[in-house]
């Protein structure tokens, strides 16, 4: 190696290269005192708004702690609803806590796939435009729809003799209700947010990073594969914790097209796993109302014990979320 | 193809200004150790102690580079128009492209360069409204009868931002060898030739203890050197660059010009920059355009001493751009 002759004085270090009073200047945060009153009073009204929220939230999550604590059993989880003259007596409610996670699972594992799929076409391949405006204007729409109407159009659907094999069938009349029903209509509802969440993402990444893997001979579908979801990851676990949570947190589709029952009800003679999924039953959400005040069972008390249940699922699912974006910021991002 | 390897060893004349002994044998190596205290800022030699003087108006550091030993014909780029829509990007440009050389691209933004770059490799074809007339050839082949993936390893680039991807070091190069979208190959048999790609890129030494290092924290320097580690590794035979320091630091530019050098031999490589004083030290030939057109194609020693055309005196002094 070469010794380089320098011409230059070397750069003195950044500490001594400040001047006297940078640091103060630094840490010096803009006062509010010298705004105008208008300004004042809207900065008043932000601070209040959000406390105010904060508080909201804050009182929901320990309420509902308290009340949980209180009246959460470990064994309700694994005891089935039963008929009773007290509370005792009416078991817990072990066929809602699994009902849920029925209809969680079969509802995201169609959401999913579609949406990521659906976003996919519209960002990377989107042609022809016109069939793009027309799928974004019907995911839209699905968005815009409540629930209690999707479910309604689902009996219309799932009573059809066609699809007699997904629901209870006797002597040809189709009863249209079922676990694959419910589920079918409830990954309609999550469909949107994860298609808005993974659009979002694919959107983030800047185009020179598409065309960086096509300049090495990559297709786009491989550079889909291999690049450009696997950067989504965490737009992609977003989409799927906010549709879970629609998903769970429904009970319009449960009332109308999971039949409502207090215990399964599986198809007799169909052979596990399908006898469940054919059969009718419930989630948490539907005990929850069942069990309030205005529900036929008024066991407020189980009520809130469900009801907790139900918000540390959706904390679980948040905290998962989490720890999927904190990998992903290890990884990097490029700088735009 | 050892004794190919050019003599570019003045790099003390660069940014130390007049140093008249070279040192005499074998050349060394031109890099900069990564720990020197001192970056390599000062390229700019004392005005007027350059090589172009006879009133080009343009001031610049000295020539790094020799002569080629050699140069080979590789692309041949003719009578190439580009359309964006109604828009004609760039107009009825030739120029050939050689290996053993490094030809650059100059002029103002929007003057169709960087379009003109881009339709080496037919990547203009991802833009919907792109369309090209005239012919590119690739070794006596249009570009158009290979397959656009085939034509793509064989005709890599780097872009002006540096972008790895979201992966370590070693799955960056590894996503380069392995077929399309698979996984297979395993890291084990593929080791031997990331460690090739990231060592022709000069990135080897900082990046061989840790791999698995995710490559978007490196710095911008090494990330644009693991680009182009990638674009090697596809084995290809011209190497497209997109004003590949604008992103980067006078350090790091310095690295990637003296590896941009080192090059020449291997892969043909054209490069793209704003950077005039950039262009005379690294290239070989320059084509400067305007506008779409390809005003002046000539050695840089040439374009930059004594251009032809008044418009390229009038951009290389600096009077526009």
Redesign the interface.
């Known amino acids: 190696?070469?010794d380089?002759?320098?011409?230059?004085p070397?750069?003195p270090p950044p500490d001594q290269a400040d001047p006297p009073g940078a640091h103060q200047r630094k840490g010096a945060v803009e006062g509010s005192a010298t705004w105008s009153l208008s300004d004042r009073i809207g900065l008043a009204i932000c601070w209040i708004l959000g406390l105010l929220f904060c508080a909201i939230a804050v009182a929901i999550v320990v309420y509902l702690m308290i009340q949980g604590i209180k009246f959460l059993r470990p064994e309700m989880l694994w005891t089935p609803a039963a008929a009773g003259f007290s509370e005792t007596q009416t078991g817990g409610f072990s066929d809602a806590f699994i009902g849920t996670m029925m209809v969680a699972t079969l509802g995201i594992a169609l959401a999913l796939p579609t949406g990521i799929a659906i976003a996919v076409w519209l960002v990377e391949y989107g042609?022809p435009a016109a069939l793009a405006r027309i799928t974004e204007s019907t995911i839209e729409a699905i968005a815009g729809i409540p629930s209690i109407v999707l479910a309604l159009f689902g009996t219309v659907i799932f009573s059809s003799t066609a699809l007699g094999f997904l629901s209870r069938t006797t002597e040809g009349v189709v009863f249209g209700r079922s676990f694959f029903a419910a589920g079918a209509m409830l990954s309609l509802v999550a469909l949107p947010l994860i298609v808005a969440s993974v659009r979002e993402g694919l959107n983030s990444i800047?185009r020179?990073?598409r065309?960086?893997?096509?300049?090495?001979?990559?297709?786009k579908?491989?550079t889909t594969?291999?690049?450009l979801l696997?950067?989504c990851r965490p737009q992609v676990a977003t989409g799927a914790m906010l549709g879970l949570g629609r998903i769970i947190g429904d009970t319009a589709i449960i009332v109308v097209l999971l039949g409502a029952t207090q215990n399964f009800a599986p198809v007799e003679g169909a052979g596990f796993p399908l006898d469940y999924l054919r059969g009718a039953g419930t989630t948490l959400t539907n005990f929850v109302y069942e069990a309030s005040p205005t529900g036929n069972l008024n066991q407020p008390q189980k009520a809130y014990a469900a009801a907790f249940v139900l918000l540390l699922m959706v904390l679980a699912l948040n905290a998962a979320v989490d720890v999927v974006h904190r990998r992903?910021r290890?990884?990097?991002?490029?700088?735009h | 193809m050892e004794s190919l390897t050019p003599d570019v060893s003045d790099?003390?004349l660069r940014?130390?200004?007049a140093?008249s002994d070279t040192?005499a044998g074998p050349p060394?190596?031109r890099r900069?150790?990564l720990e020197?205290?001192?970056p390599?800022?000062?390229a700019l030699p004392p005005v007027g102690s350059g090589q172009p003087s006879q009133g080009s108006g343009f001031t610049a550091a000295r020539r790094s580079i020799k002569a080629p030993q050699f140069s080979i014909r590789r692309m041949e780029i003719d009578n190439v128009s580009v359309f964006y829509g109604p828009k004609e990007a760039v107009k009825s440009v030739s120029l050939p492209v050689r290996q053993g050389e490094v030809l650059s691209l100059i002029g103002p933004s929007g003057c169709g360069k960087t379009t003109l770059l881009r339709s080496l490799?037919r990547?203009t074809e991802?833009t919907?409204s792109a369309r090209l007339s005239g012919r590119i050839l690739l070794d006596d082949v249009d570009i158009t009868e290979i397959e656009p993936?085939?034509?793509?390893?064989r005709v890599?680039?780097v872009?002006?931002?540096?972008?790895p991807?979201?992966?370590s070091v070693f799955d960056n190069i590894a996503?380069?060898l392995r077929e399309?979208?698979s996984r297979r190959a395993r890291k084990k048999t593929l080791e031997p030739a990331v460690l090739s790609a990231l060592d022709r890129a000069g990135l080897l030494e900082e990046v061989k203890d840790n791999l698995d290092h995710?490559?978007?924290?490196l710095s911008?320097g090494q990330q644009q050197r693991l680009?182009i580690a990638?674009?090697l590794?596809?084995e290809p035979e011209v190497l497209?660059l997109d004003e590949p320091c604008s992103?980067l630091d006078p350090k790091s530019t310095q690295v990637i010009e003296d590896l941009i050098v080192k090059l020449r031999d291997d892969v043909a490589i054209v490069i793209v920059t704003h950077n005039l004083q950039q262009a005379y030290r690294i290239a070989d030939h320059v084509a400067f355009m305007y506008l779409g057109d390809l005003v002046e194609y000539n050695s840089a020693t040439a374009l930059f001493g004594n251009p032809r055309e008044q418009r390229t005196r009038e951009y290389v002094s600096g009077a526009f751009g």
């Open positions: 190696m070469q380089i002759p320098l011409t230059v070397p750069v042609r800047p020179h990073v065309e960086a893997s096509y300049a090495v001979g990559k297709t579908a491989a594969r291999r690049i696997p950067t992903a290890k990884v990097g991002t490029w700088s | 790099f003390s940014i130390g200004g140093k040192p060394p190596i900069i150790p020197d205290p001192a390599a800022t000062e490799n990547l991802l919907s993936t085939l034509l793509r390893r890599t680039m872009f002006q931002q540096p972008n991807f979201p992966m996503y380069v399309q979208g995710p490559a978007l924290k911008g680009c990638r674009a590794a596809a497209l992103a």
